[in-house]
């Protein structure tokens, strides 16, 4: 099975900042990863495809790359309604497989 | 405007089974890959199983290989998981999702999940 790991686990940011969260994958899953919003006792929110394409409707704030293994989430300017956790997963093989989630939380 | 409705989620003791169905509408549910992803209390996303188009393909995380069953049914536009031999650890919120794989694959709608939680 493909392990995804997150960086940070956590994370205070305030409004404003500009935040970046990592994921890495055990190997090569070319562009196949999608990154997921979720908010408390809430189910998740779609937000990018294939490393880096944004779902519509989802903020231009929001962007993804990728380099070899490893995949970055960025988002230019937080603003509020962006405090969440949010997972990573790729969809190379199954089964699929999430990173294990990075709580972005306001300082 | 697309829908994945989950019930069946209850209190049930180790040992028990139960029975999780999602209706779907909004959409050709026939045409779409469907997944069960679970969700432990304070945890993360754990994938769980998926079911092919017509059935005809079907896989499983590993610690629930023998004891869920991922099925369909495509005229009733609904999946189950029929999970027997429950465990504590299988206690979390399951939700049913389509997954976009025409092109890049993606789960592109989540259900609002059921709660399954296994104790005595």
């Known amino acids: 099975d493909i392990q995804m790991t997150q960086s940070p686990s956590s994370l205070s940011a305030s409004v404003g900042d500009r935040v970046t969260i990592t994921c890495r994958a055990s190997?090569?899953?070319?562009?196949?990863l999608n990154w997921y919003q979720q908010k408390p006792g809430k189910a998740p929110k779609f937000l990018i495809y294939?490393?880096?394409s944004l779902q519509t409707g989802v903020p231009s704030r929001f962007s993804g790359s990728a380099s070899g293994t490893d995949f970055t989430l960025t988002i230019s300017s937080l603003q509020p309604e962006d405090f969440a956790t949010y997972y990573c997963?790729?969809?190379?093989?199954?089964?699929?497989?999430f990173g294990q989630g990075t709580k972005l939380e306001i300082k | 405007e697309v829908q994945l409705v989950e019930s069946g989620g209850d209190l049930v003791q180790p040992g028990g089974s139960l029975r999780l169905s999602c209706a779907a509408s909004?959409?050709?549910?026939?045409?779409?890959?469907m997944t069960w992803v679970r969700q432990a209390p304070g945890k993360g996303l754990e994938w769980v199983a998926n079911?092919?188009?017509?059935?005809?393909?079907?896989y499983y995380m590993d610690s629930v290989k023998g004891r869920f069953t991922i099925s369909r049914d495509n005229a009733k536009s609904s999946m189950y998981l029929q999970m027997n031999s429950l465990r504590a650890e299988d206690t979390a919120v399951y939700y049913c999702?389509?997954?976009?794989?025409?092109?890049?694959?993606?789960?592109?709608?989540w259900g609002q999940g059921t709660l399954v939680t296994v104790s005595s």
């Open positions: 999702v389509r997954e976009w794989d025409y092109g890049p694959a993606y789960f592109d709608y």
């Open positions: 909004g959409f050709t549910f026939s045409r779409h890959w």
């Open positions: 079911i092919k188009q017509d059935g005809s393909e079907k």
């Open positions: 190997q090569s899953i070319s562009s196949s």
């Open positions: 294939a490393a880096s």
């Open positions: 997963q790729q969809s190379y093989s199954i089964p699929r497989t």
